[in-house]
C-alpha cells in the first residue's frame, strides 16, 4: 500500500506561485494515477490536476489550466503541482491523492476514484 505526504503549502498574495510536493512511500508499483485535490471551505473536494504514472499525460481541471501544472520525479517517488498566478478562488486545502488499482488508461478527476490520500496542506491566497 502506498502512503502519501504532501508539503509545500503556505500563504501567498495574489498573482504569487508556490510549489506542492507529496512523497509517495510503500508499493507504488500498481498507482495508476497521481493527483492534486482541493477543498475550500463548505465546499466539494475537486479534482485539479492529475498524471498518469506510466506514460505521463496530465490532465488538468479547465479553471487551473494554463496556470498550473503537475508532474513526477519517479526517482524521488515524488508528485509537483506548480501553481502560478494564483488567486483568491484558489485558497483550499490540497490534497495529494492516488489511485492505486493497475491499469487505468486515463486519470480523471474524479475523487471517488482514487483510493489513497494525504493529510493535506492549506494554500491561502490574499487579495
Known amino acids: 500500500q502506498v502512503q502519501l505526504a504532501e508539503s509545500g503549502g503556505g500563504s501567498i498574495q495574489t498573482g504569487g506561485s508556490l510549489r506542492l510536493s507529496c512523497a509517495a512511500a510503500?508499493?507504488?508499483?500498481?498507482?495508476?494515477?497521481l493527483g492534486w485535490f482541493r477543498q475550500a471551505p463548505g465546499k466539494e473536494r475537486e479534482g485539479v490536476a492529475t498524471?498518469?504514472?506510466?506514460?505521463?499525460?496530465?490532465f488538468y481541471h479547465v479553471s487551473v489550466k494554463g496556470r498550473f501544472t503537475i508532474s513526477q520525479d519517479n526517482a524521488k517517488n515524488t508528485l509537483y503541482l506548480q501553481m502560478t498566478d494564483l488567486t483568491p478562488e484558489d485558497t483550499a486545502v490540497y490534497y495529494c491523492a492516488a489511485l492505486d488499482v493497475w491499469y487505468y488508461s486515463f486519470c480523471g478527476l474524479k475523487a471517488s476514484d482514487y483510493t489513497t490520500w494525504g493529510q493535506g496542506t492549506q494554500v491561502t491566497v490574499s487579495s
Open positions: 510503500g508499493d507504488t508499483e500498481s498507482v495508476s494515477c
Open positions: 498524471i498518469h504514472t506510466g506514460n505521463g499525460d496530465p
